[in-house]
C-alpha cells in the first residue's frame, strides 16, 4: 500500500477515542486534591490563630471558630463538582469497546475541576491567612493586650476584665466587635472565590456530547 493509497476510516475515532476518559478523570482528581489541600491549609492556618487567641481570650473562641468552618466548607464544593463529573463518565462499550464519552466531555470536566479545584485552593489560603491573623488581633483588642492568667480569665468569667472601669470595658467590646465585623466581610469574600468556581464548574459539568447520539 503506497502512501497515498485510501486507508479506513472509522467513524468516532477522533471524536471518541479510547483515552478521552482520562480527561474526565483528571479533571476529578484535580478537584478534589485541590479543593481538600485548600481545606486543609485553611483549617490549618486559621486553627492555628484561634488556639494562639485562646491563651489571651479563651471567652472567644467559640465566636472565632467560623473561619475553620468556612475553609472546611471548600471540601464540600470540591465533593459536589467530582460526583457529578464521575456519574458522567461511562465506561466503554461490550464487545467491540468502543466509549460514547467524548473529548469535548473530557476537557469540560476537565475544565470544571480546574475550575473549582483551584478556586477552593487559592480561597483556602486567603480564608486561612484572614483567619489567623484576625482572630489574634480580635483576641488582643477584646482583652486590651492581658494575659488570661493575669485578668483571670477563664477561670472566673466574672473577673476576665481584671479591674478595668465599665467604660473601659465597653470602649474595648466596641473596638473589638468593630474588628471582628471586619474580620467577616473579608472571609465572607474570600469564600465567594470559591463559591465562583463552583457556578462555572456546574455550569460546564451541564454541557456534554455523546458519540452515537
Not at 126 to 145: H, P
Not at 152 to 178: F, M, R
Amino acid at each position: 500500500m503506497d502512501a497515498y493509497s485510501p486507508t479506513k476510516v472509522i467513524a468516532g475515532i477522533d471524536t471518541c477515542p479510547v483515552y478521552a476518559p482520562a480527561f474526565g478523570y483528571a479533571g476529578v482528581a484535580i478537584c478534589m486534591v485541590c479543593a481538600n489541600f485548600g481545606s486543609a491549609w485553611g483549617t490549618w492556618k486559621a486553627g492555628c490563630g484561634v488556639c494562639n487567641m485562646g491563651i489571651d481570650y479563651p471567652t472567644g473562641i467559640i465566636k472565632n471558630i467560623i473561619p475553620i468552618v468556612m475553609a472546611g466548607v471548600l471540601g464540600i464544593y470540591g465533593l459536589i463538582v467530582s460526583v457529578i463529573i464521575t456519574q458522567a463518565l461511562t465506561p466503554p462499550k461490550s464487545g467491540g469497546g468502543e466509549t460514547t464519552y467524548s473529548l469535548f466531555n473530557g476537557y469540560a470536566h476537565l475544565a470544571a475541576g480546574m475550575c473549582c479545584g483551584l478556586s477552593c485552593l487559592a480561597a483556602g489560603g486567603t480564608i486561612g491567612f484572614i483567619g489567623d491573623v484576625g482572630v489574634r488581633c480580635f483576641g488582643l483588642k477584646a482583652s486590651g493586650g492581658a494575659r488570661a492568667w493575669a485578668t483571670g480569665e477563664g477561670s472566673n468569667p466574672s473577673d476576665a476584665e481584671g479591674g478595668a472601669s465599665s467604660a473601659q470595658v465597653a470602649i474595648t467590646a466596641d473596638a473589638a466587635n468593630k474588628l471582628y465585623v471586619g474580620l467577616l466581610i473579608m472571609l465572607i469574600f474570600a469564600e465567594a472565590l470559591a463559591l465562583y468556581g463552583l457556578i462555572v464548574a456546574l455550569i460546564l459539568t451541564q454541557n456534554s456530547y455523546s458519540c452515537g447520539s
